[in-house]
């Protein structure tokens, strides 16, 4: 089933970061939403997806982080920005799709949070967490979330 943003809908790109440290992930309890996210948000004009994605983060959860994936290569007409680790296209209301790309990332450095207004808490979940249903947690991002866990400790 090919899966396509319906006529007359609305797309908005958003980016977010999975933000692994010791084997866990680290989500927000969103406001809006009620359910448990990464931090991201709506890619702002003029800005690539991995800039919004370390942004949003930042505003959030005041943790400067560092992208993986990326070549670092940079010409006079090209910049190779990172890859996300998981883009998806997924339906947040009636008519309102997301298109959006999730960075696997890890901590680079630690500021205070200044949009913590945007959610109810955060947790570092396990993989086992994960899979725990009692959360209220996208399937797309649970699936995610462990893969980001596994990636994580394969590339250390």
């Not at 702002?44 to 070549?71: I, Y």
């Not at 209301?93 to 207004?117: S, V």
Request: hydrophobic share 30%.
């Amino acid at each position: 089933m090919e899966l396509r943003v319906p006529e007359g809908a609305r797309r908005d790109f958003v980016a977010g970061c999975l933000v692994v440290e010791d084997g866990k992930l680290l989500l927000l309890d969103h406001s809006k939403y009620g359910v448990w996210l990464p931090p991201g948000g709506h890619v702002e004009e003029r800005e690539t997806p991995d800039e919004a994605a370390k942004r949003e983060t930042m505003e959030e959860t005041g943790l400067e982080v560092e992208l993986q994936h990326s070549s670092g290569v940079v010409e006079e007409e090209f910049i190779d920005i990172p890859r996300p680790f998981n883009a998806n296209l997924h339906k947040v209301e009636d008519g309102h799709w997301h298109c959006d790309y999730l960075y696997l990332a890890r901590i680079k450095n630690e500021e205070e949070a200044t949009h913590d207004h945007e959610h109810d808490g955060v947790k570092w979940f396990s993989k086992e967490e994960l899979s725990d249903e009692s959360y209220d947690i996208p399937e797309y991002v649970r699936e995610a979330g462990k893969q980001a866990i596994q990636s994580s400790s394969e590339i250390k």
